[in-house]
């Protein structure tokens, strides 16, 4: 079994920046993509930004220039830096990881709890 536990979410006024990190622990032979998505209320879960294991990243576009996704491959850790923070960044953030657990191949998807981000205007 794997885990991933976020940390870093709070209040945070327009114009601030926070960082998010999502530490995975448990069976894990390799972890392929990690991945942050948010969920505002009443909307649907989005992808804000991927990382694969090589380094290579997608972000949406409302994010780009704003945030930037990067991660410890020594520590299963994946960081989300939120700068110039917007009110309709508040949303729930969750951690994502597609996880090889042994020499298989197969890949299984995890996610976090969650975390509150909410920017105040």
């Known amino acids: 079994q794997v885990q991933l536990v976020e940390s870093g979410g709070g209040l945070v006024q327009a114009g601030g920046s926070l960082r998010l990190s999502c530490a995975a622990s448990?069976?894990?032979?390799?972890?392929?993509?990690m991945a942050w998505y948010r969920q505002a209320p009443g909307k649907q879960r989005e992808l804000v930004t991927r990382?694969?294991?090589?380094?290579?990243?997608n972000y949406v576009d409302s994010v780009k220039g704003r945030f930037t996704i990067s991660r410890d491959n020594a520590k299963n850790t994946v960081y989300l830096q939120m700068n110039s923070l917007k009110p309709e960044d508040t949303a729930v953030y969750y951690c994502?990881?597609?996880?090889?657990?042994?020499?298989?191949?197969?890949?299984?998807?995890?996610w976090g709890q969650g975390t509150q981000v909410t920017v105040s205007s």
């Open positions: 448990g069976s894990i032979f390799s972890i392929n993509v």
């Open positions: 994502y990881a597609q996880v090889q657990v042994d020499s298989n191949r197969r890949l299984y998807q995890y």
């Open positions: 990382i694969t294991s090589s380094g290579s990243t």
